[in-house]
């Protein structure tokens, strides 16, 4: 679960699975599915201004990205790598 951290929504950030959208910030939250080995980024060029985001929460198995972890955009793609799971 990713989480806006100073807008309530912001529906042109979309977040990239394998550079494919999966996810707009439609509210202030958005829940991706992933798989080990899957690329997550974050592409904010549709905004100018300074963006937050937050790794809300993962799945226990998940070991990459982690909680917690805080993304910043200025008017470009932010990546997060590729997701680790605990069982690879």
């Known amino acids: 679960i990713l989480s806006l951290r100073d807008y309530s929504l912001l529906p042109h950030l979309k977040v990239l699975v394998n550079s494919e959208v999966r996810g707009t910030f439609q509210s202030r939250y958005v829940t991706v599915p992933v798989h080990s080995g899957d690329t997550l980024a974050i592409d904010g060029t549709f905004y100018s201004q300074p963006l937050s985001i937050e790794v809300l929460s993962t799945s226990k198995a998940i070991t990459s990205p982690r909680s917690g972890e805080i993304v910043h955009l200025n008017g470009n793609v ?7 799971a605990a069982d690879h």
Not at 78 to 84: C, F, N, P, Y
């Open 78 to 84: 932010a990546h997060l790598g590729r997701v680790a």
